[in-house]
């Protein structure tokens, strides 16, 4: 049973810096894909940041500069620097994981993303 983890949210003011950590368990094969992926009611969930195990990382362009993905095979661990915060990224963020789908040798996605986190709480007040 794949569980993910996330821990790491807040509030901060704007400008601030939080870093999320989502820990993995249970898998017998390390996901070819980890990505942050974040919410606001009302609203369709977004991708954030992707680490493909290729080495390369891909970001939304609103938080490109601002945020790093970076994974810890070691640890098992997928972060999320987040630096210079704005209240516009203020959602719950998840961590997802999942394996290149078959016949393609890039990562899912968002909605084909099977493993998901319960979430994390990031709030920015001006």
């Known amino acids: 049973q794949v569980q993910l983890v996330e821990s790491g949210g807040g509030s901060v003011q704007s400008g601030g810096s939080l870093r999320l950590s989502c820990a993995a368990s249970g898998y017998t094969r390390r996901f070819h894909c980890m990505g942050w992926f974040r919410q606001v009611p009302g609203k369709e969930r977004e991708g954030v940041a992707i680490?493909?195990?290729?080495?390369?990382?891909s970001y939304a362009d609103s938080v490109k500069g601002r945020f790093t993905i970076s994974q810890d095979n070691a640890k098992n661990t997928l972060y999320l620097q987040m630096n210079s915060l704005k209240p516009d990224d203020t959602a719950m963020y998840y961590c997802?994981?999942?394996?290149?789908?078959?016949?393609?040798?890039?990562?899912?996605?968002?909605?084909?993303?099977?493993?998901w986190g319960q979430g994390t709480q990031v709030t920015v007040s001006s």
């Open positions: 680490f493909d195990s290729d080495g390369t990382t």
């Open positions: 997802a994981a999942d394996h290149y789908p078959q016949r393609r040798g890039e990562c899912p996605r968002l909605d084909e993303y099977r493993n």
